[in-house]
């Protein structure tokens, strides 16, 4: 039989060493029998998921550990969004990922994810109404705007001319770096005006289309029903769209399958990884949307995993839960999520398997380190297991990573070329 892949993505699972635990990361502090059983015998290093000085965004971080160089392919995460979510995209549609947020009637954002108590229902609904009472006319246009999950929508706007993405952030928390969506750490949390960055008609026209409807939804939203309920039970309003990460067409991404000669499966989530599983030519193995209990969503990925475990070669998991409490500044609760992920979903894969016909290897897309609240550009741990034997360690953590026999590896797009190599 030929050696499988299994390739881990925790994301967000770097950090740095914290107070409340004891100066361990949340790594370091989790309970994780599963993953120290895997550690043993693997081989360690750490890896720049981009490179250095870039804190990526997820979809920036995930095209490049998956090999595509986001410096030549990326287009933008507004299109991938769009994609992974089911909205057709023509060349010159302008889409933008965007955030339900709560602001105050001065433009001051006081929860940029309504405090995440928004559900993906509550979203729908909003949404539908958007749809239906909001009309741009700054410029002949139309628009399709489709909440995912939780706070998380996306906007796609199409105009009788191609529109430009040669646009602003209306969310301050970030910015576009060399062309690629990055995190930034504002100083002052303030909605943004969707400003062009260019001269030209089309991104004035674009960036004019972006606040009208900015406006014009915030109108919608604020006296909305749904909006009225949550503020009687004393939640945040969702009162506001944020936008981020402009593009205007589909990246084109080279078969994976193809290239590599294997059959490639994704197991995730999010529109945004599955976006980009299927534009990189693999199969989406369906999971149903996540629950937000960790430990539910990982006992249904993995049965997942293992159902389809015949059909492919390769799998590509992405495993979300670590990121939001990096965001929300909560070491404590991440190094509990790592915990659990490691006995619901690591534990029942190696009761399933046999290590030595498999390579699992196991990353995060970047770093969410708590006290940054936010994506950092640090190095984050790397471990190959399985059919391979390396030096191991007792753990998998930064500094075990740190000073693995893999070394520093300063380009996330070198991985899967490697990982080929050793299958
Ligand atoms: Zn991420
Ligand atoms: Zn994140």
């Not at 009162?239 to 589909?250: E, M, S």
């Not at 994704?266 to 430990?295: F, H, Q, R, S």
Request: contains cysteine; charged residues 25%.
């Amino acid at each position: 039989m030929r050696t499988k892949l299994i390739y881990i993505m925790l994301d967000g699972a770097g950090d740095r060493p914290s107070p409340v635990l004891n100066g361990k990361t949340p790594l370091e502090y989790a309970n994780t029998p599963n993953m120290d059983l895997l550690v043993r015998n693997a081989k360690l290093g750490l890896i720049y998921t981009v490179k250095r000085g870039i804190a990526p965004e997820s979809d920036v971080a995930v095209l490049s550990m998956l090999g595509y160089d986001p410096f030549k392919y990326h287009t933008g995460r507004g299109p991938i969004e769009a994609y992974g979510a089911g909205i057709p995209l023509n060349d010159g549609d302008l889409a933008v990922r965007c955030n339900f947020a709560t602001a105050s009637p001065n433009g001051k954002i006081l929860d940029r994810r309504v405090g995440r108590s928004l559900s993906s229902e509550e979203a729908s609904i909003l949404g539908e109404a958007i749809n239906r009472l909001v009309k741009l006319e700054s410029y002949p246009a139309s628009f399709t705007f489709k909440s995912t999950i939780g706070h998380r929508a996306v906007l796609v706007i199409r105009s009788t001319i191609p529109l430009s993405s040669s646009i602003t952030n209306t969310d301050p928390s970030y910015a576009k770096l060399e062309g690629l969506g990055i995190a930034k750490i504002p100083l002052e949390l303030k909605v943004e005006e969707c400003k062009p960055l260019d001269d030209s008609l089309t991104s004035k026209i674009s960036a004019q289309l972006i606040n009208e409807f900015t406006v014009k939804s915030r109108l919608i939203l604020e006296e909305h029903p749904i909006n009225l309920k949550r503020a009687s039970k004393g939640l945040l309003k969702a009162n506001i769209i944020l936008t981020r990460d402009a593009g205007n067409r589909l990246p084109k991404l080279f078969n994976i399958n193809e290239r590599y000669k294997v059959r490639f499966a994704c197991l995730a989530e999010m529109p945004v990884e599955i976006g980009i599983a299927k534009l990189a030519g693999m199969d989406v193995v369906n999971i149903p949307p996540p629950t937000g209990n960790v430990k539910l969503d990982s006992e249904l990925k993995v049965k997942a995993l293992l159902n389809a475990y015949r059909d492919f070669d390769c799998f590509y998991v992405h495993i979300k839960g670590p990121d939001e409490p990096g965001h929300d500044g909560d070491a404590k609760l991440k190094a509990e999520l790592i915990s659990v992920i490691d006995e619901a979903f690591f534990g029942e894969l190696l009761k399933a398997l046999n290590l030595n016909e498999c390579l699992i290897c196991v990353t995060a897309d970047h770093a969410t380190p708590c006290d940054l609240r936010a994506h950092s550009d640090d190095p984050v741990p790397l471990m190959i297991a399985g059919s391979v034997k390396g030096r191991g360690a007792s753990k998998f953590c930064e500094s075990t990573c740190k000073s693995g026999e893999l070394g520093l590896l300063n380009r996330g797009v070198d991985l899967i070329p490697m990982l080929m190599g050793l299958l």
